[in-house]
């Protein structure tokens, strides 16, 4: 997949894919599987058209927490099939209505054969930009319009709230299912104070990306970087004198390499139980032995 940060008028007559995107879940791959198959269909390339950042941080200051990196979001896009993605820049495009967009944004600079969207996308100013007036203009424009059905998984809308919801609560297994693969989070391995060691259990400690939608307190069920293991996210509470700020501990399974400084990709895979004190080390010991017969 190619990447731009800027319009072009490189790639002409290709199928476009219209969102946000983020955590690329099984609604929005509904929605990018159109404009790829199509583009196969008629031996042209897709294109995904979206933002660097979220609309909220232009419209209202503030953005919800994100499911995914932007480096995790274009890797899930290339995995989909996806020949080229554009990341725009919101605000300089937020003030137009809809019609101007897709004449002066879409039509110009990519002359679609096909756009494809959600059944609720909204863009333009005003939201003056819907479904309906894409359908519209389709003859007008000579593309064709895909409006793509909600998709619906244990009677539940797939969307991102929905999915930041359910992190929020803990319900990672429902997320695996929402996403079509496991909320992954990844950092580089740094040096902890060493507690984990002395109890026999060594951990890969990483910091939780700030701008990533924060899970509860808790024991995890992992793999990290394809390795099974237990994640411990919080702040140790059974240790005193340390600092408050939450971290991720990861024991990885008949693991014993020195990985610090190394990307670790944690891909959650389960809620085992909340984080508590403990009245001893040896407690918490018995209870790690515990977790890990668990997974």
């Not at 979220?54 to 419209?59: G, I, T, W």
């Not at 994100?66 to 989909?80: A, F, G, M």
């Not at 992954?184 to 951990?203: D, E, H, N, P």
Request: some cysteine; aromatic content about 10%.
């Amino acid at each position: 997949m190619k990447f731009y940060t800027e319009l072009n008028n490189e790639n002409k007559n290709i199928a476009l894919a219209l969102g946000f995107f983020d955590g690329v879940h099984a609604g929005h791959q509904a929605v990018i599987k159109s404009a790829v198959d199509f583009a196969r269909q008629n031996e042209t390339k897709s294109a995904v058209i979206t933002f660097k950042e979220h609309p909220q941080v232009v419209l209202r200051g503030c953005a919800p927490e994100y499911i995914s990196t932007e480096e995790e979001r274009r890797r899930n896009l290339e995995k989909l099939g996806v020949d080229f993605c554009y990341e725009l820049d919101f605000s300089a495009i937020s003030g137009m209505d809809g019609e101007e967009y897709v004449r002066e944004i879409l039509v110009k600079n990519f002359a679609p054969i096909s756009i494809s969207t959600g059944f609720n996308h909204n863009f333009g100013a005003k939201k003056s930009g819907t479904p309906e007036l894409l359908a519209d203009l389709g003859e007008k424009y000579g593309y064709k319009y895909f409006k793509i059905a909600p998709v619906e998984i244990d009677g539940e809308v797939v969307s991102s709230s929905l999915i930041r919801k359910k992190l929020a609560a803990g319900e990672v297994k429902q997320v695996c299912e929402l996403l079509g693969r496991p909320f992954s989070i990844s950092g580089i391995v740094q040096k902890g104070a060493g507690l984990a060691s002395k109890i026999g259990f060594k951990t890969a400690n990483v910091s939780y990306p700030e701008k990533i939608c924060k899970l509860p307190f808790g024991v995890y069920a992992v793999r990290a970087n394809g390795m099974k293991g237990i994640a411990n996210f919080g702040v140790k509470p059974t240790f005193e004198n340390l600092t408050a700020t939450p971290l991720l501990e990861v024991h990885i399974l008949n693991f014993d390499k020195d990985i610090y400084g190394e990307t670790l990709q944690i891909e959650v895979l389960d809620f085992l139980r909340a984080e508590k004190k403990f009245s001893s080390a040896d407690e918490l010991v018995s209870q790690i032995k515990n977790d890990i017969r668990a997974i």
